[in-house]
């Protein structure tokens, strides 16, 4: 089992996390103020006594629900970008099929941008799930064209 590490002495276990920053501290660089652990880097880039040290926000990981949406946005865009490539393909094969082209072009723009929301939502970022479902829409109102 590995343990954190001061950040300062990579060589000595942490014994505690610097309120301020996140970062591992030794015994030698841990300062304590006000019964919370700072490192001396905090400390001295700060004015303790007026309490501008910040706390460390934890990190939220990414949902079950999350995972699931970003992978099947990719999945939806990555079958839309294959879809208009087809039917390009397929206006090349009978010219006459003009409006198949329009079509299978914004298909391709709303598969790839529905593979950018996917990417939006594994980066944990909201606007990614609702761009998401908004490609989807878009899509589908196409083709029901």
Same mark, same amino acid.
């Given at each position: 089992m590995q343990h954190l590490k001061c950040w300062v002495h990579p060589d000595?276990?942490?014994i505690g996390v610097c309120k301020s920053c996140g970062k591992g501290v030794c015994k030698?660089?841990?300062l304590t103020i006000r019964n919370e652990t700072y490192c001396k880097t905090c400390v001295e880039a700060s004015e303790v006594s007026v309490g501008k040290l910040k706390p460390v926000k934890p990190v939220v990981g990414r949902? =079950?629900?999350i995972t699931v949406a970003s992978i099947l946005f990719f999945i939806f865009g990555v079958v839309g970008f294959i879809g208009a490539i087809t039917e390009i393909i397929y206006v090349f094969a009978?010219?006459?099929f003009a409006e198949v082209a329009i079509i299978g072009g914004i298909d391709f723009i709303v598969g790839l941008f529905t593979i950018y929301a996917g990417k939006l939502?594994?980066?944990?970022?909201?606007d990614g799930g609702i761009? =998401?479902?908004?490609?989807a829409v878009i899509a589908l109102l196409?083709?029901?064209l």
């Open positions: 000595i276990d942490a030698e660089c841990a949902s =079950g629900s009978k010219p006459f939502l594994w980066d944990n970022k909201k761009f =998401g479902i908004l490609m196409i083709d029901l």
